[in-house]
């Protein structure tokens, strides 16, 4: 059964980097069946799509966010990562990793979520 | 690109049934089979209810249903109970190789 959880700093200061990794178990981030994904949720706001990462390492980006968005796998730890560059108080969020079943709209299942916040 | 549009609530009581809509337009949710629906409790993460316009994920009850017509998704909720009180997001895939989310709508169970 897969299962993903997220982990990295819960507080980052204005105009540096957030660094998050999604820990996957009980299926490979190389297998072809996933995409692996990021969603992040402003605290009493809705969801927002970040980006999504293939085995084969292609990348899809929020346009909204593409200039300052990297996703990238380790493939020896089965886990992905997230960077968000020049951050402001506008990034601060829950952000969930997800996977996506290929060939379907499925994002399923969520880790729980970590909540991260942008302040001097 | 533009979040898809919900209704911000929806009310009902036990035992009804509802429809929550989701509009896009024809180069994501009137273009693609890929609509999606979540359920969100407070201080939970998502959980899919509804994947690709029709379709339910093993476990999810049958009172979960969803359609689509044009550039127009919907959840339809029958039989409604305290416990289905949530968020709902719709999502779909779009012309530009992406996701986009709906901006959610609060389902309350009067």
């Known amino acids: 059964q897969l299962q993903l959880q997220e982990s990295g700093p819960g507080l980052v200061k204005p105009s540096e980097t957030l660094s998050l990794t999604c820990t996957v178990s009980?299926?490979?981030?190389?297998?072809?069946?996933?995409?692996w994904g990021w969603i992040r949720q402003p605290p009493g706001k809705g969801l927002e799509w970040i980006g999504n990462i293939y085995y084969n390492e292609n990348t899809y980006y929020n346009p909204s966010l593409k200039s300052r968005v990297t996703i990238s796998g380790d493939t020896s730890k089965n886990q992905f990562s997230l960077r968000l560059s020049s951050v402001t108080a506008a990034d601060t969020a829950v952000y969930f990793c997800?996977?996506?079943?290929?060939?379907?709209?499925?994002?399923?299942?969520w880790g729980q979520g970590t909540l991260v916040t942008v302040s001097s | 690109q533009s979040a898809l549009t919900q209704p911000a609530s929806v009310l009902g009581s036990p035992g009804q049934s509802i429809t929550i809509s989701c509009t896009g337009t024809s180069s994501d949710v009137g273009g693609y089979n890929y609509v999606s629906w979540y359920q969100q409790h407070p201080g939970k993460a998502p959980k899919v209810m509804i994947y690709?316009?029709?379709n339910r994920p093993s476990g999810v009850s049958n009172r979960f249903s969803g359609s689509k017509s044009g550039n127009t998704a919907s959840l339809t909720i029958s039989g409604l109970q305290a416990d289905d009180e949530a968020d709902y997001y719709c999502s779909s895939y779009t012309s530009s190789t992406t996701w986009v989310f709906g901006g959610g709508t609060k389902l309350i169970v009067l």
């Open positions: 690709d316009v029709t």
């Open positions: 009980g299926g490979s981030i190389s297998s072809g069946s996933y995409y």
């Open positions: 997800a996977s996506k079943f290929a060939g379907s709209g499925r994002f399923d299942p």
